[in-house]
Each structure stands twice: as structure tokens, then as C-alpha cells.
């Protein structure tokens, strides 16, 4: 589930990318940038290395704390865009990612 997560936040950067090429409006623009900047150094470069690097050793307390925080980093994403978020399906999904990876690894402690 771990390399799921990773999968869909990639996805997820990929599209906010793509979303940045076409100009939206400043405080748009502002909140697609917030989410690329939690989701690649938040998600991608942090919590699922730890994660994996923790299940693997077998020490899951690690990936505990790796997976909430990046169902916690879908939430900030949501949360900066004033109501109209273009992300609200792919936050969601990390965000359901996150939490089925963190209950696997609950069951693990």
C-alpha cells in the first residue's frame, strides 16, 4: 500500500504540473504550488521512504508516522484552495490511500 501511495501522489504531481502550465489565476496558482511542495518533499521525498525503509527493517512505528502524515499533507493541499479545489478527487484518493497503508500498518505494531 506503501508503494500504492507512492504511485498516486506521483500521479497527483504530474497533474498539478500540468494544471500549472495552463496560468491559472495568482491564489490558484499559489495553492497548486503549496500542494506540489507538500506532496514532493512531504510525501514522496520523506514519508514513503521512511515508510518502506521502516517496513522493511520491521520496525513499523516509522511508517506509522510517515503514512498519517501523508494523509495529513492531502488535507493541507485540500484546505488551501478557497472551495473550489481541482484536486479534490486526487486528494481524496492519496488521502484513502494513506489511511488503508496506516491501518495495515497499525495492525503491524
Known amino acids: ?12 504531481v504530474i497533474h498539478v504540473n500540468s494544471l500549472l502550465l495552463q496560468s ?14 507538500n506532496y514532493q518533499t512531504g510525501v514522496l521525498t520523506a ?9 522493511t527493517k520491521g520496525d513499523p512505528k516509522f511508517a506509522d508516522q510517515g ?3 501523508a494523509a495529513n499533507e492531502s488535507n493541507s493541499c485540500e484546505e488551501g484552495f478557497s472551495g473550489n479545489s481541482p ?23
Open 1 to 12: 500500500m506503501v508503494n500504492v501511495l507512492n504511485t498516486t501522489t506521483t500521479q497527483t
Open 24 to 37: 491559472p489565476r495568482k491564489e490558484v496558482k499559489e495553492a497548486l504550488l503549496s500542494c506540489v511542495e
Open 47 to 55: 514519508d514513503v521512504p521512511v515508510s518502506i525503509e521502516a517496513l
Open 67 to 69: 503514512t498519517q502524515d
Open 87 to 109: 484536486l479534490t478527487d486526487e486528494n481524496t484518493n492519496i488521502n484513502n490511500v494513506a489511511r488503508v497503508a496506516n491501518a495495515i500498518v497499525k495492525l503491524l505494531l
